[in-house]
């Protein structure tokens, strides 16, 4: 016999984080329920030493145990009358006087006759019965597995919850069921039964009314609110729910978990860490997972350093997230630290892997590592390229935080899916390396993240995906690829990827459909390619349909990245329209959420009005780190500069981008300078070293321009054909092409002036009907969208 | 020379924070050095000035003995009439400890006044038209007589805690006296409560203790409310009233009632203790205090120490205390040991000591606050006084809870913290809502290293008290042990915001804050803890070292100097105190104030270690004077001014510098502790 250790007996003293682990709270229908099991044992066994004559058979008991379960898992009382009727039910089909045995039990309760007693008799277990020839024939003979009593079955674990409940129930707390069950019977109804409102067997809502209850529905809400926001509960009963949980069941702190994750999305750090706090210094005590050192000491709690490895790691997040980086750091270094000294190999991984996250984010406003300015100075087109890619980043945090997050979820338990982890471990810091070399404008093909990745989230598939991690990080994969296209141009590609995420998210029975950040960062992405090729009315109606996905009020996090998406888009729209005021607008709402994008945009405006000087500063103040920001920063300033005819500078700023645009591996990024620079030469009246620039662009820019960019291209070549008196209709028809449905009124007026100049009596094609039509369209635009032409080019 | 700090703006910022400092020094001189008696009297403006709170301290003239006990006698006839068995108890005590001149004074007036009174209620009360009006026509008359043994029979039931059978009774003469009416709201309060804290203690038994709904309790409200009795003349209605409202955790109503009873009758010191429980800050209790003015005698200044005490504002609370002692009320136990307790908590332990010796005395058997006694003597390490006490305590009472904890601490200090942990445990099971016991648990497992179960216990002292600053010290601590400062952080942060103007925890939150680079922050904690009135002297020392850490010598040097003006006599300072002097003498020299240099180095030469380093400083700057000197004379006979100079300022004292390094820096590492 192994000495019982001598300390401090922690049981006696932490006790009450033992009382209801178990425990399956009474009502006056469980009881009945209880009732009617042993009135079928009576049946079935036979009363005493007296064995049943007439044992049921498969059929019997399969009706039998239908009608108990249905009862057992009904989440709401029933009354008498009603459990009568049921009784009855199971009468006509097993005979044997269920019924009349039940209700004569329950009522000698309800009279007072009898004491409630929720024991099987002793005789139930210590009578020798002889086997009696009939029972052993019967269950030979079936063979069946559906035993009353077997230690794996629901019911089993039923009916000892239910004894154990009772047993822990003081005396006040009997009297008081013996009460409200004599209330029960006589009424017959439940409505004239008070609920039961002190003791262990309070009445609570279904959900948390015990233990285990409680556990699973923290664990749902934690997996909803960071997967699908839309079938959590709203936040303020889950947290008037973790109120109850925290006062009636001492022993479930992993509450205190959900209410972190609840106040971050309330945006409400102090109040996430306290909670935070809570959870992980209570854990510092758990009920001891090996039963043989609870025989062996006779003690159930068992100190555990889970804690000191994990709070820090997800107190690191928790900075993270709300921008505390440096603090973050500090934290998963401790994380780190402690992970050595107590040699778990996972949780260094994790910790390992969260500080290479937030070191990525933390080496500069890594948010605005965009994609690039391809657009002159009027020409805003891409915004989604940009924006998207920061959005990514951005997201590369969040979402990666957030699918980290199911973690958590092993921390309550265990940490038994060892593999699942691992995998899921390995896939996420590759991926880190590759957004980290995407950041930096350097990849080598334009889908090597999604095969990179791939890879890892292969491996996810293969095994049981039980916490969604598989589905979660190929969605924030494709995310990034999506983005990652969009970065690189390739718009109607990144349309179809965006789509298929969108399209295959459906609801599974292990995981509920995703309302990630992955999947608003898609969705966000899927609106800016649609934008980039002109389609705005589809892009309003996706961003419309994402906004009803992600209110801000649910995930802020997710709504932030569909508000800065619908600005940017209805700025291009408006700006094209030259609804300038609506522009500043727009701009106002975007100035905090991405500082690059608004810098870019506002300087562009204010070029636009006239502000020149203003422009160009807010553009040189900026500091920007990212390589595609300080792309586009210098092409935007070359833009600028080149309108108000300032070549020279505007040549060094375009060298400058030249610089950046070879080391990087945008697929888009040299023909954006590129063109830039042949239609800055041809502002200077250089239309033949323009062309010569031009010409060799034609296939990039059919493959990667958005429509801005074509339809300034095009008109460049024309222009410059026509300079050189070379026939440029087709490049005129192809620019008209892009610009179809008024969508950007100044081009097409130039286009007309063009149109003139070349049907005119002078022109290379004198046609006066054609130079008469071109003329009278100018002034119909002009009416429409007053404004002159200027900004064209460059 | 010693204002010659330098002309960067920088060095005038630091210039800034130097006087700050200086003030504080000259400030905080008016507080005794730790470990001293007090013997100088601290101005409140000082008081406040420290502690960031200010209350009116108005001093108040000498109290009437004979109002005084007039005072005590109408609550102790009022308490023993409605069997207040507390608050009788707390009276009489102050009765029984009646200062002698006061005594001689009223005493015939008291045995007149009391026996009136006392034959006025029960008798004419009873008699009176109004109650023999409630006999409907038709009852069964029942003689006075009998209502009057009923009615004492209810009040012996109450003694015995059969509150039920109590109200039974009275129900019989509720009409019939207003005594009674008001007894028989006060035995169903009793009757709830008790059934209330057994269901709870049963709980307990079964290890499933929840704070059970109150019903019971708004039942009894709305039925007072319902009858008016609140606007009822007898004012202790409102007082029951309010003990419901408490219950029912109606605290802002509460605190109404108590606060309108005190001021129908500021004599009523049972709503006064009420409302120290209730009051949510000092401010608030001071302003209703003034605007009872002087209606009220003592009580008001009494209930000031509780509040005080209860915000951590322990100087303000002994001085409210020993004013109160000023003016008349010497010898009282519970005022002495009021102001042992307050000096605990201000870890000034041999003031707590003496003063509960005192008490002890006096009144050997009274137990109140004896547990800090038991605190105190364990960090005085005091083994004879803390056994003595544990044992004669164990005789005598070996089941209140202070005892447990006498005893618990006794074990403590022999290092038997299994024994101790049993004994707090026992202590937390007669008074479970104490936080102190859960924070002293958690020390105890810290000493047995179970940081978990440790980690478990502080928090349960935080569940049960959010303010209590040190279960998040405790937790702080803990993990700080684990090398995890900034995980720390968090607690320590929380700790300094339950009682911002402690030293220790500031100086605490600085380490951290030095541990994690975060050397501005560091710079305010250290900063602040001094100002506050460094307790452990550790502040000034540890802004020196983080100052010389960064290698910002002249701060450090600033902070250096300082630290000798306050603790160049305290003994048990002198490794910190030498190494100073050392580095503030090698300090000037290096900057060539030679006068600072030489006085420092001066100082060197009265402590063993380091004369050594005084008489090389004294070469060295002797051997620079000398070289000037033959400059000077060089100068004289002849040379070019502007050559010499040069030579003097650039290239004369520089080898001498790096020499002065190389050898400072030696000094250092044998000076390092």
Redesign the interface.
């Known amino acids: 016999m192994p000495l019982v250790k001598?300390?401090?007996n922690?049981d006696?003293?932490?006790?009450?984080q033992?009382?209801?682990v178990t425990g399956e709270p009474l009502t006056p229908t469980k009881i009945s329920i209880f009732y009617l099991v042993r009135t079928l044992f009576h049946a079935h066994f036979g009363v005493g030493a007296v064995p049943s004559l007439k044992p049921f058979n498969k059929a019997e008991k399969t009706k039998a145990f239908s009608i108990l379960y249905g009862l057992i898992l009904s989440d709401s009382e029933i009354s008498y009358d009603d459990f009568r009727r049921v009784v009855r039910m199971l009468d006509n089909d097993l005979g044997r006087c269920i019924y009349y045995n039940f209700i004569c039990s329950i009522e000698k309760l309800a009279y007072g006759d009898e004491q409630i007693e929720m024991l099987f008799e002793n005789a139930f277990y210590t009578a020798k019965r002889p086997t009696h020839i009939k029972v052993f024939k019967q269950e030979q003979a079936d063979q069946d597995n559906l035993t009353f009593m077997s230690n794996n079955s629901f019911m089993y674990t039923w009916i000892k919850r239910v004894m154990m409940q009772y047993t822990?129930t003081?005396?006040?707390g009997m009297f008081i069921i013996t009460e409200r069950f004599r209330d029960w019977v006589l009424s017959g109804n439940i409505e004239n039964v008070s609920p039961i409102?002190?003791?262990?067997n309070?009445t609570l809502p279904f959900e948390i009314n015990c233990s285990v209850r409680a556990r699973k529905w923290i664990d749902d809400q934690l997996r909803f609110i960071q997967f699908c926001q839309s079938k959590a509960m709203p936040h303020e009963t889950i947290l008037d729910l973790c109120d109850i949980i925290s006062?009636?069941h001492r022993d479930v702190f992993e509450v205190n978990l959900l209410k972190t994750v609840v106040h971050i999305q309330l945006k409400n750090p102090p109040e996430a860490?306290k909670s935070l706090?809570?959870f992980f210094?209570?854990s510092?005590?758990q009920i001891t997972d090996s039963a043989r050192q609870a025989l062996n000491t006779l003690k159930l709690m068992s100190?555990?350093?889970i804690a000191?490895r994990y709070?820090?790691v997800l107190?690191g997040r928790l900075h993270r997230i709300f921008g505390d980086r440096k603090?973050a750091s500090?934290?998963f270094?401790?994380s780190i630290?402690?992970s050595q000294v107590n040699v778990d190999d996972m949780c260094n991984r994790i910790a390992n892997l969260e500080l290479t996250i937030n070191e990525v984010l933390m080496s500069g406003p890594i948010l605005e590592r965009l994609p690039s300015d391809r657009t002159k100075a009027k020409k805003q087109d891409d915004y989604g390229n940009e924006t998207n890619e920061r959005r990514v980043l951005q997201n590369t945090i969040h979402a990666a935080a957030n699918i980290n997050i199911p973690n958590i979820r092993a921390l309550q338990k265990d940490f038994n899916e060892d593999y699942d982890l691992h995998t899921f471990l390995v896939s996420m810091s590759k991926f880190m390396l590759c957004i980290e070399d995407m950041m930096d404008g350097k990849y080598f093909k334009y889908n090597s993240t999604a095969e990179y990745v791939c890879v890892g989230f292969n491996h996810l598939r293969l095994i049981y995906d039980s916490q969604n991690k598989g589905r979660a990080i190929e969605d924030f994969a494709n995310a990034i690829m999506s983005s990652g296209l969009i970065q690189s141009g390739m718009y109607n590609q990144a349309r179809r990827a965006a789509e298929e995420i969108l399209m295959t998210n459906c609801t599974t029975p292990s995981c509920p459909k995703l309302e990630t950040e992955s999947q608003a960062v898609s969705g966000v992405n899927l609106a800016y390619s649609l934008a980039s090729i002109g389609d705005y009315d589809n892009a309003f109606k996706t961003i419309n349909s994402l906004n009803t996905l992600f209110p801000e009020q649910l995930s802020w996090i997710s709504a932030r990245h569909v508000k800065i998406c619908f600005q940017l888009i209805q700025f291009e729209r408006d700006f094209l329209l030259n609804r300038y005021t609506a522009c500043s607008d727009h701009l106002k709402e975007i100035g905090s959420l991405a500082p690059l994008e608004y810098t870019l945009r506002k300087s562009l405006l204010l070029a636009v009005t006239g502000k020149l000087s203003e422009a160009v500063n807010l553009l040189k103040e900026y500091k920007c780190v990212d390589v595609r920001g300080l792309l586009r920063i210098h092409m935007q300033l070359a833009t600028i500069e080149a309108a108000y005819g300032r070549f020279d500078v505007s040549e060094y700023h375009l060298e400058e981008a030249g610089n950046i645009a070879v080391n990087t591996h945008f697929q888009d990024a040299r023909f954006l300078v590129t063109r830039r620079f042949g239609s800055m030469i041809l502002g200077r009246n250089m239309p033949e070293e323009a062309f010569k620039v031009l010409m060799p662009l034609y296939p990039n820019v059919e493959r990667f321009g958005t429509f801005i960019e074509k339809a300034i291209y095009f008109m460049s070549v024309a222009r410059c054909l026509r300079l050189l008196k070379k026939d440029p209709r087709i490049f005129l028809k192809k620019c008209k092409l892009q610009i179809l449905n008024d969508r950007w009124p100044s081009m097409e007026k130039l286009l007309c002036s063009e149109l003139t100049i070349l049907h005119h009596k002078t022109g290379m094609f004198p046609d006066e009907n054609k130079a008469t039509w071109a003329m009278e369209r100018f002034g119909k635009i002009e009416v429409d969208f007053p404004g002159p032409c200027v900004w064209i080019f460059i | 020379m010693s204002d010659d700090w330098g002309t960067a703006a920088a060095a005038e910022r630091s210039m800034s924070r130097l006087t700050l400092i200086q003030q504080a020094a000259a400030r905080s001189g008016a507080l005794p050095a730790p470990g001293q008696f007090r013997n100088s009297k601290l101005s409140p403006f000082e008081v406040s000035q420290m502690s960031g709170v200010s209350i009116s301290m108005v001093e108040r003239g000498n109290i009437n003995g004979r109002d005084f006990t007039r005072e005590l006698e109408w609550l102790l006839q009022e308490t023993t009439e409605r069997c207040f068995l507390d608050a009788e108890m707390w009276t009489g005590e102050i009765l029984a400890y009646l200062p002698n001149e006061w005594c001689e004074g009223s005493q015939p007036d008291i045995w007149n006044t009391s026996v009136k009174v006392f034959a006025n209620d029960s008798t004419e009360s009873m008699t009176s038209p109004t109650s023999s009006a409630a006999n409907m026509p038709g009852d069964v008359v029942v003689p006075k007589a009998k209502y009057a043994y009923s009615s004492r029979f209810a009040r012996s039931l109450i003694k015995n805690k059969d509150f039920r059978r109590a109200a039974s009774f009275l129900e019989k003469t509720v009409n019939e006296n207003r005594v009674d009416h008001f007894l028989y709201y006060r035995c169903l309060f009793l009757a709830y409560y008790q059934e209330h804290l057994e269901n709870d203690s049963e709980g307990v038994e079964r290890k499933t203790s929840f704070a059970e709904e109150k019903s019971p309790f708004s039942i009894l409200h709305q039925r007072m409310t319902d009858e008016k009795l609140r606007e009822n003349d007898d004012v202790w209605f409102e007082y029951l009233m309010g003990l419901i409202e408490v219950q029912l955790g109606l605290k802002v109503e509460a605190e109404k009632s108590f606060k309108n009873v005190i001021t129908r009758e500021p004599r009523h010191w049972p709503a006064w203790e009420g409302l120290t429980l209730l009051i949510s800050d000092i401010e608030d209790a001071d302003n209703f205090v003034i605007q009872l003015d002087s209606r009220s005698l003592w009580m008001s200044d009494w209930f000031m120490v509780l509040v005080l005490q209860r915000f951590h504002q322990h100087s303000m609370a002994i001085q409210k205390a020993e004013q109160l002692v000023q003016r008349g009320m010497t010898g009282i136990p519970m005022i002495i040991t009021k102001i042992a307790a307050c000096s605990n908590a201000r870890h000034d332990h041999d003031q707590a000591i003496a003063n509960f010796e005192d008490v002890r005395e006096m009144d050997p058997y009274r137990l109140t606050d004896l547990h800090l006694l038991s605190d105190s003597l364990y960090i005085r390490n005091d083994q004879k006084k803390l056994s003595a006490l544990a044992m004669e305590l164990y005789k005598v009472h070996k089941f209140r809870w202070e005892t447990c904890c006498v005893v618990a601490n006794y074990h403590a200090m022999r290092r038997d913290s299994e024994h101790a942990i049993k004994f707090f445990q026992r202590a937390l099971r007669l008074n479970p809502g104490f936080a102190a016991l859960w924070v002293l648990i958690g020390h105890e497992f810290m000493e047995m290293k179970n940081n978990a179960a440790a980690c478990v216990s502080y928090r349960r002292a935080i569940e049960i008290d959010p303010a209590d600053h040190r279960g998040w010290y405790g937790l702080g601590q803990m993990y700080d042990i684990m090398k995890m400062p900034a995980y720390s952080l968090y607690y320590y942060q929380e700790a300094q915001k339950c009682k911002p103007h402690d030293s220790r925890l500031l100086v605490a939150l600085g380490e951290v804050y030095t541990k994690l680079n975060r050397i501005e922050d560091a710079e305010k904690c250290f900063t602040g803890a001094y100002l506050f009135g460094d307790v452990e002297g550790n502040a000034l020392w540890n802004l020196a070292k983080l100052h010389e850490n960064q290698k910002d010598h002249k701060k450090a040097a600033q902070a250096f100097e300082v630290f000798l003006v306050v603790y160049e006599l305290v003994t048990s300072a002198e490794e910190k105190v030498i190494y100073s002097v050392a580095f503030l003498a090698n300090h000037f020299f290096k900057t060539e104030e030679f006068d600072k240099a030489q006085e420092f180095a001066t100082k060197c030469m009265a402590y063993e270690s380091i004369c050594q380093e005084g008489n090389r400083l004294f070469r060295e700057i002797a051997k620079i004077h000398q070289r000037e000197a033959e400059l000077d004379e060089a100068e004289r006979i002849g040379y070019a001014q502007r050559a010499a100079a040069e030579a003097a300022a650039g290239g004369a004292p520089a080898p001498q510098e790096e020499l002065g390094e190389e050898e400072m820096s030696e000094g250092e590492d044998e000076l390092t502790f």
Not at chain 1, 12 to 16: D, R
Not at chain 1, 197 to 200: F, K, L, S
């Open positions: 001598t300390g401090p922690l006696a003293i932490f006790n009450h033992l009382t209801n822990r003081s005396q006040e409102n002190q003791g262990i309070m006062k009636r860490m706090k809570v210094d209570l510092m005590l100190p555990s350093q000191l709070g820090p107190q603090c500090e934290l270094s401790e630290q402690q």
